[in-house]
C-alpha cells in the first residue's frame, strides 16, 4: 500500500533562517506531488506541485521554493524564512492518471519567531 | 474557473442530532467532488467523492453526501454526531479529471459537538 511521510511535524524558526522540509512516497511511481499551505480560516493554499523528477510548478510567488530530487522524494525550502511563512505545510501526493483524489501527508506546523 | 463555498466557518450540534455542512461550488464543466476531514496538526483524509453515477455518495464514518446539480451544492451529512466526529471538514472540487493539481478547496468549517 502506498504512504506519505513528511517531516518534521513541527518546527519552530527564526526569522531569516533557512527552511527544508522533506516528504516522501512510498509504494507507487511517478506521482504528482504537492505543497499545501494552510493558514487559520482561509482554507488550503497550493504552493507547489510536480509531475516528475526535475519538474516544479509554482502556483504562488513567494519566499519559498520547492525541488524533487528523485522520483518519490519532494521538499520545500527558503533561504530566508519571513513571519508571514508560518503556517501548517501539507504534503500531497496523487497518481498521475486515473485517480481522483489527494493523499494527504500529517503535515508540519511551522513558526517563525 | 471553479470555486468552492462552504457556508459556517463553524458549526455546533449536539451528540446525537444531525450533522449538516453546507457545500457550493461553481465549476465550468461537469464537476469531481470531494469531502475531506482534518484533526487537530494531522493531514486530510478522504471522507467520500463523487465523481459519476449516483448522485447520493456515502463515504467513511457514516456520512454521506448528495450531489445536486441544480443547486451546485454538496452538503455533507451525518444522521447522528459523535463527539468523535469533531474536526475540520474542508470541500473541494476538481473538473480537470482529478488530481490534486485541479482541486480547489473551500475554506473549511469547523465541526463542534456539544455533549
Known amino acids: 500500500s502506498q504512504t506519505i511521510h513528511q517531516w518534521p511535524a513541527t518546527l519552530v524558526q527564526p526569522v531569516g533562517s533557512p527552511l527544508s522540509l522533506e516528504c516522501t512516497v512510498e509504494?507507487?511511481?511517478?506521482?504528482?506531488l504537492y505543497w499545501y499551505r494552510q493558514a487559520a480560516g482561509r482554507g488550503l493554499q497550493l504552493l507547489f506541485y510536480?509531475?516528475?523528477?526535475?519538474?516544479i510548478s509554482s502556483e504562488v510567488p513567494q519566499n519559498l521554493s520547492a525541488s524533487r530530487p528523485q522520483d518519490r522524494q519532494f521538499i520545500l525550502s527558503s533561504k530566508k524564512l519571513l513571519l508571514s511563512d508560518s503556517g501548517f505545510y501539507l504534503c500531497?501526493?496523487?497518481?498521475?492518471?486515473?485517480?481522483?483524489?489527494?493523499?494527504f501527508g500529517q503535515g508540519t506546523r511551522l513558526t517563525v519567531v | 474557473a471553479q470555486s468552492v463555498t462552504q457556508l459556517g466557518s463553524h458549526v455546533s450540534v449536539s451528540e446525537g442530532a444531525l450533522v449538516l455542512l453546507r457545500c457550493n461550488y461553481s465549476?465550468?464543466?461537469?464537476?469531481?467532488l470531494f469531502w475531506y476531514v482534518q484533526y487537530p496538526n494531522q493531514g486530510l483524509q478522504l471522507l467520500l467523492k463523487?465523481?459519476?453515477?449516483?448522485?447520493l455518495v456515502k463515504g467513511i464514518n457514516g456520512f454521506e453526501a448528495e450531489f445536486k446539480k441544480s443547486e451546485t451544492s454538496f452538503h455533507l451529512t451525518k444522521p447522528s454526531a459523535h463527539m468523535s466526529d469533531a474536526a475540520e471538514y474542508f470541500c473541494?472540487?476538481?473538473?480537470?479529471?482529478?488530481?490534486?493539481?485541479?482541486?480547489?478547496f473551500g475554506k473549511g468549517t469547523h465541526l463542534i459537538i456539544q455533549p
Open positions: 500531497a501526493w496523487s497518481v498521475v492518471r486515473g485517480e481522483t483524489e489527494a493523499f
Open positions: 509504494g507507487t511511481s511517478n506521482p504528482n
Open positions: 510536480s509531475v516528475g523528477i526535475g519538474q
Open positions: 465549476s465550468s464543466v461537469p464537476p469531481y
Open positions: 463523487y465523481t459519476t453515477g449516483a448522485t
Open positions: 473541494a472540487v476538481s473538473d480537470r479529471g482529478g488530481g490534486a493539481d485541479g482541486l480547489t
